[in-house]
T-cell receptor, first 110, second 113 residues
């Protein structure tokens, strides 16, 4: 069983709408959590990084939250754009190891 | 240009053949990594290297060989390709393992027929 579970697997929304992607993890001891964006045919690119003591971090229209007690994180995308169409990958670091979720495939339609 | 480049971008090879995927970084990062990405799975670590001439196995190392004679290069070799090795391969580099962010290449899509 993957130690980093993401939901939903895929999501389709209309341009301009908001959406929230979920990440649950069992990895321990927790070091940090990152959200990556992966465009089709490209490598992942880091969006945010959160450590144990951080609850919220924003990067433009992207806002990540972390609840270290429940081991859950979310990525909220505001006012979606067509360029947001991509896979979003949750990555949890523990003891020097990076554990990758399978990703959520987001499609933004006009 | 600074960055991390992989070659080739696409490769089709036959079962049993040896194939080498190349990775070159200009960041002077000490760590380099090879991952494979398959549908339904997160990226899985194949091998990594902490410095020149220092390599170690990751989660799925069987059937792969790596070397790192120079800090900037980290080739991945499939000694005898199998169909189960059909995948997208990503190289990454970082200043550390786990703590620092990873910079990924654009990937190599390998098909073994």
């Amino acid at each position: 069983k993957n130690q980093v579970e993401q939901s939903p697997q895929s999501l389709i929304i209309l341009e301009g709408k908001n959406c929230t992607l979920q990440c649950n993890y069992t990895v321990s001891p927790f070091s940090n959590l990152r959200w990556y964006k992966q465009d089709t045919g490209r490598g992942p690119v880091s969006l945010t990084i959160m450590t144990f003591s951080e609850n919220t971090k924003s990067n433009g229209r992207y806002t990540a939250t972390l609840d270290a007690d429940t081991k859950q994180s979310s990525l909220h995308i505001t006012a979606s754009q067509l360029s947001d169409s991509a896979s979003y990958i949750c990555v949890v670091s523990a003891s020097g190891d990076m554990r990758f979720g399978a990703g959520t495939r987001l499609t933004v339609k006009p | 240009d600074a960055g991390i480049t992989q070659s080739p971008r696409y490769k089709i090879t036959e079962t049993g053949r040896q194939v080498t995927l190349m990775c070159h970084q200009t960041w002077s990062h000490s760590y380099m990594f090879w991952y494979r990405q398959d549908l339904g799975h997160g990226l899985r670590l194949i091998y990594y290297s902490a410095a020149a001439d220092i390599t170690d196995k990751g989660e799925v190392p069987d059937g792969y060989v790596v070397s790192r004679s120079k800090t900037e290069n980290f080739p991945l070799t499939l000694e005898s390709a199998t169909r189960s090795q059909t995948s997208v391969y990503f190289c990454a580099s970082s200043s550390g393992k786990g703590t620092y962010g990873y910079t990924f290449g654009s990937g190599t899509r390998l098909t073994v027929v």
